[in-house]
Nanobody, 122 residues
C-alpha cells in the first residue's frame, strides 16, 4: 500500500530542536512532487506548516518563518522538517503529504501519512 511514514517526533523543551522525517513506502517520490507538512493541535483544525514544491522552493506561515525548514532527499524518497526554537504552541501531531500538484487541503493530497507527535514543554 502506497503511503507516507513520518518519524522523529517526541518531547522537547521550549527552545529545542527536532527533525521530522517522512519516508515514502510502496511508491517513489518523483522529482516534480509537491510535498507539504501539516500539523493539528488538540481542539484545532489541521493547518499547513510548510510547502516544498518541485523546484525546491518553500512556502510557510509567518509564524514558522526562520524556525522551520523543509528539505527532500529524492534518492532516499524522504522529506524532512527541521524545527528550531520550538515553542509550546508548536505542540501538535505533524503530518506529511505529497502529490503531483500542490494542494491547499490535506484531504486533496494523493499520498498522506499517519502523523508523528511533537510535544514542546515550557
Amino acid at each position: 500500500q502506497a503511503q507516507l511514514v513520518e518519524s522523529g517526533g517526541g518531547l522537547v523543551q521550549a527552545g529545542g530542536s527536532l527533525r521530522l522525517s517522512c519516508a515514502a513506502s510502496g511508491f517513489t517520490f518523483y522529482s516534480n512532487f509537491c510535498m507539504k507538512w501539516f500539523r493539528q493541535a488538540p481542539g484545532k483544525e489541521r493547518e499547513g506548516v510548510i510547502t516544498l514544491n518541485w523546484r525546491g522552493d518553500t512556502h510557510y506561515d509567518d509564524a514558522m518563518k526562520g524556525r522551520f525548514t523543509a528539505s527532500k532527499d529524492n534518492a532516499k524518497d524522504t522529506i524532512y522538517l527541521d524545527m528550531q526554537n520550538l515553542k509550546p504552541e508548536d505542540t501538535a501531531m505533524y503530518y506529511c503529504a505529497a502529490d503531483s500538484y500542490c494542494r491547499n487541503s490535506w484531504y486533496d493530497f494523493r499520498f498522506r501519512g499517519q502523523g508523528t507527535q511533537v510535544t514542546v514543554s515550557s
